[in-house]
């Protein structure tokens, strides 16, 4: 029996997770479950899935908890705070660690995770956007997995060979192909991106996921971070990875080799495939995803991408190539533009303006010898200065 954590459990990811978990009742065991705030969703799933621990971060969310499952003759321990999100991914009955807390809320439980030497199945890219250097050596010293969720990155892990940690030039491979659907505005006249709402930005074409991820999705600000993402999975630069507007979802990455090949991953767009693959892995288990029909898909397009037009897609392209403190600062400056823009406090083309602002304040440093703190720091100063840039605009 694996027994594993899941960080974020509410979430769009989280409840895919569970899904999966419980097809699966002969391998799998949740034994933590954690949330924010959403103290009733993680009652239903403390009762479904009787896991040992659960985290409530926010202590008054965690007294409402306690009330939901006074009842239950087995109850949970009922921890709080980041302290509980941390104890909760290190703890020696778990073996994998699903990653999915939204935002660098989520850096230190999966630091936690990959010290502890856990299987981390990680689909919060912005704890390697903000960490990647210390998060790639915790693994490394530690002897842990890292198992990558988000769908372009486990497409692309699935096309690579087992030794690609090698180097990427060494196992053959030319660059990497990264879809990326375009998000609900692609096609949409500039003059009306002032005018969108957050509904129509969390409308995904594609993929139905929670509204931060929707909003980097309709800037493409979530390819940039996808592409920092893969620069540290996979050994390889900016240089190496070309994005590629492939409307439909179907082909979730790719990967083009010296000889010619061009290996492809392609399903359903549903994200319990790379959540199985990961917990599965190296073998194959059931998702609960429908098989893919290429009939009724029919057709695949592609396109470049328009870097006017997504102008987040470029800075994260730039912070990407600036390394040091750039990317934690892209990302604090986005994760607060994006909830500005989610209260309607700015508008949707002030997103890419706000992350500029930022990063043009704040010089880029370099991190080597730096630990969390440092980071946590910069992160800190990044949000401070998004916020007053948020203000100005508003
Ligand atoms: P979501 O908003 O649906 O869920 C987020 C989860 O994190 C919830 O359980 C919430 O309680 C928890 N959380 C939020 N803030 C927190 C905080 N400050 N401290 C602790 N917990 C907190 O998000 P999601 O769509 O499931 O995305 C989760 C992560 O997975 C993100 O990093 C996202 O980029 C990545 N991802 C998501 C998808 C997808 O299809 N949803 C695909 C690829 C990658
Ligand atoms: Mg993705």
Not at 164 to 184: C, E, N
């Amino acid at each position: 029996m694996i027994g594993v954590t899941v960080l974020g459990a509410t979430g769009s990811i989280g409840v895919s997770t569970l899904d999966v978990l419980a097809r699966h009742p002969e391998r799998f065991r949740a034994v933590a479950l954690t949330a924010n705030t959403d103290a009733e969703r993680l009652a239903e799933q403390c009762r479904q899935h009787r896991p040992q621990y659960a985290v409530m971060v926010d202590p008054a969310a965690a007294q409402r908890l306690r009330a939901l499952l006074a009842d239950l003759p087995e109850r949970p321990e009922i921890l709080t705070g980041i302290e509980g999100l941390e104890q909760v991914a290190a703890l020696p009955e778990v073996s994998y660690v699903m990653a999915a807390i939204v935002g660098a809320a989520g850096l230190r439980p999966t630091l936690a995770a990959a010290q502890a030497g856990k299987r981390v199945l990680l689909a919060n890219k912005e704890s390697l956007v903000v960490a990647g250097a210390l998060l790639m050596q915790a693994v490394a010293d530690s002897g842990a997995e890292l198992l990558p969720i988000d769908s372009e990155h486990n497409a692309i892990f699935q096309c690579l060979p087992p030794h690609f940690s090698d180097g990427l030039a060494r196992v053959g491979v030319r660059r990497i192909l990264l879809t990326a659907s375009g998000g609900p505005f692609r096609d949409w006249p500039l003059e009306r991106l002032s005018s969108v709402t957050p509904e129509q930005a969390c409308a995904h074409p594609t993929w139905e996921m929670g509204r931060k991820i929707s909003v980097d999705s309709a800037t493409m600000m979530n390819k940039g971070l996808e592409v920092i993402e893969a620069c540290w999975l996979f050994g390889t630069d900016t240089d190496h990875i070309q994005v590629v507007v492939h409307p439909q979802s179907v082909i979730h990455s790719l990967v083009q080799y010296e000889d010619g090949s061009v290996l492809a991953q392609l399903g359903n767009p549903d994200m319990r495939t790379p959540i199985a693959h990961a917990m599965g892995w190296p073998e194959r288990i059931d998702s609960g995803v429908t098989p893919l029909d290429l009939f009724s898909v029919a057709r695949l397009d592609f396109q470049a991408p328009d870097f006017a037009r997504f102008p987040c897609l470029r800075l994260a392209f730039e912070a990407a190539h600036a390394g040091g403190t750039a990317p934690a600062v892209l990302n604090a400056a986005n994760e607060i533009a994006v909830a500005a823009f989610l209260e309607q406090r700015i508008d949707f083309p002030s997103i890419a303006a706000v992350v500029a602002g930022t990063l043009e304040a704040l010089p880029c440093e370099s991190v080597a010898g730096q630990g969390l703190e440092f980071l946590l720091a910069v992160d800190q100063r990044a949000r401070e200065q998004a916020e007053r840039l948020v203000v100005a605009r508003g």
